[in-house]
């Protein structure tokens, strides 16, 4: 079990401007068991299907399909089991997220935080579950690294993978044995270094001749890997970092944990990797 839920700031921070900016503010029952009044926040919901951030402004935000927009807080799916990584309110009370809270001890407010986040590159947001955080400050992290990303007790195995956010190029990886990603049910992967490095070439061969925004690129940036996508606005484009990626303690990276759809190549004897000394592996 992971100790926080993560989202990204720039999907949560629209949803909040959204409760914020509305003159009315549903009535649910995340509210009522937390004993506030009515007021502007986000909405901490668990179904079957993950764990979601909505906005509880009147008007609602709606989806084009007509559901109410949410995002899904991403994280690992045990597969024997059905467990997941993030952890379960124990209260729904404990869903009510207001954006105004005021603290006598100086800290932003929930909307604030989240645009500080965003003027930052402060790409994650952490829920801590437990509201009793909020009083030491614990409750919201915001950070550039995402954290809570590998299952505690899952067994690494070598695996070759690919993925068409990386134009298919297949590199060698450690799989989690017995789980996979919770909205895609694709392979959790970590790179060691060489593998990495592959990777950021093989990307960056891919441009200029593919299309803005087709595909990132990847920079090593001391030890962390930053992960950068290209915004074209017609007129101008240049790379903006989307994500930071921190080795784990055996020195690899979880490149794309659970935004890019890694799956196992087919046949790995066709696309048998290499060190960078050309040893097969």
């Known amino acids: 079990m992971s100790e926080r839920l993560w989202f990204r700031v720039d999907d949560v921070l629209p949803l909040a401007e959204h409760a914020a900016s509305t003159g009315a503010h549903r009535g649910i029952r995340q509210q ?8 502007a926040a986000l909405i901490w919901s668990h179904d079957a299907d993950g764990d979601w951030l909505s906005s509880n402004g009147v008007p609602r935000w709606y989806d084009a399909d007509g559901a109410d927009h949410r995002v899904r807080a991403e994280t690992w799916t045990h597969t024997a089991t059905g467990a997941t990584g993030n952890p379960i309110p124990t209260d729904d009370g404990h869903g009510f997220l207001p954006l105004h809270t005021e603290h006598v001890d100086g800290r932003r407010n929930l909307l604030d935080l989240l645009r500080y986040a965003r003027r930052h590159g ?3 947001l952490g829920l801590h579950p437990d ?8 409750r919201y992290r915001v950070s550039r690294s995402r954290g809570d990303i590998s299952p505690p007790l899952a067994t690494w195995t070598p695996a070759t993978v690919t993925s068409d956010v990386v134009g298919g190029g297949a590199y060698r990886a450690m799989v989690a044995t017995g789980y996979t ?3 895609r049910a694709r392979v959790l992967c970590r790179f060691p270094r060489f593998a990495v490095q592959r990777m950021a070439a093989h990307l960056d061969a891919l441009y200029p001749g593919d299309m803005p925004g ?17 915004d074209d606005d ?4 240049r790379w903006v970092e989307h994500d930071r990626i921190v080795p784990d303690a055996n020195r690899c990276y979880a490149i794309g944990a659970y935004q890019w759809p890694w799956s196992r190549v087919a046949s790995e004897a066709t696309t048998r990797a ?8």
């Open 274 to 281: 290499t060190d960078p000394e050309g040893r097969s592996l």
């Open 32 to 39: 009522y068991r937390a004993g506030v009044p009515n007021q």
């Open 234 to 237: 017609g007129l101008d484009s």
């Open 181 to 183: 990603t919770v909205s």
């Open 131 to 138: 509201p009793a955080s909020e009083t030491t400050g614990d």
């Open 122 to 124: 402060m790409h994650w």
């Open 214 to 230: 087709e595909h990132p690129r990847l920079r090593f940036d001391g030890d962390e890997v930053t992960v950068e996508w290209e």
